[in-house]
């Protein structure tokens, strides 16, 4: 595989394990604030990927796995 694939797929594979990390964190978090800071850390990883996506990702993984 070249270098430039696998240095794309190994920033995929951590970008969605920083997305799942933020999620569980998301869901954890009790007040508002908190949330808010998570989803602006969201919105720094993956600028294209809403508060709906991230969220129905979340409940999609967690009822399909």
């Known amino acids: 595989m070249p270098v430039q694939r696998a240095k794309e797929l190994r920033r995929r594979r951590v970008r969605h394990k920083k997305i799942a990390k933020l999620r569980q ?33 979340g409940e999609s993984a967690r009822g399909g796995r």
């Not at 007040?31 to 990927?49: F, M, Q, T, Y």
């Open 25 to 57: 964190r998301y869901h954890a978090a009790k007040s508002e604030a908190d949330r808010g800071a998570i989803v602006e850390k969201v919105a720094k990883v993956v600028p294209g990927l809403g508060l709906e996506r991230f969220l129905a990702r």
